[in-house]
């Protein structure tokens, strides 16, 4: 009985630094993975961070119809206002909620009816 036991461990023993090889070759490629996946999320998330924020502001200040698209360099403004001064206003509150360095690119149009 002893005679199989001992090929049997020799045999785990041999294989042991192999199977933890694999495991923590894979733990590495798991971790540049997700590290990778990290990075290409982060402009996604800025995009989302700035025109989320745009937006609950212009909400806060009882402007409706703007649409907020959002890229990295800041946001660009697109719907109608029903004056010149919501319009303004609108550019002035996204400005003052993304700061001086991103950019406000004012696309909304003035309902003249």
């Not at 630094?17 to 694999?22: E, W």
């Not at 894979?26 to 997700?34: E, I, N, P, V, Y």
């Not at 402009?43 to 959002?70: C, Q």
């Amino acid at each position: 009985m002893r005679r199989n036991i001992v090929p049997t461990l020799f045999s785990f023993t041999l294989l042991l630094p192999i199977v933890s090889g694999c495991s923590q070759q894979t733990l590495s490629s798991a971790r540049q993975d997700t590290q990778r996946n990290i990075e290409a999320a982060k402009p996604s998330l800025a995009k989302l961070s700035l025109g989320g924020r745009v937006t609950a502001a212009l909400a806060a200040a009882n402007i409706r119809g703007i649409r907020v698209d959002a890229d990295t360099n800041g946001v660009s403004l697109h719907g109608t206002a029903k004056t010149a001064a919501e319009k303004a206003r609108a550019a002035r509150i996204a400005k003052e909620t993304l700061g001086p360095e991103k950019r406000v690119s004012n696309q909304i149009q003035v309902d003249l009816h």
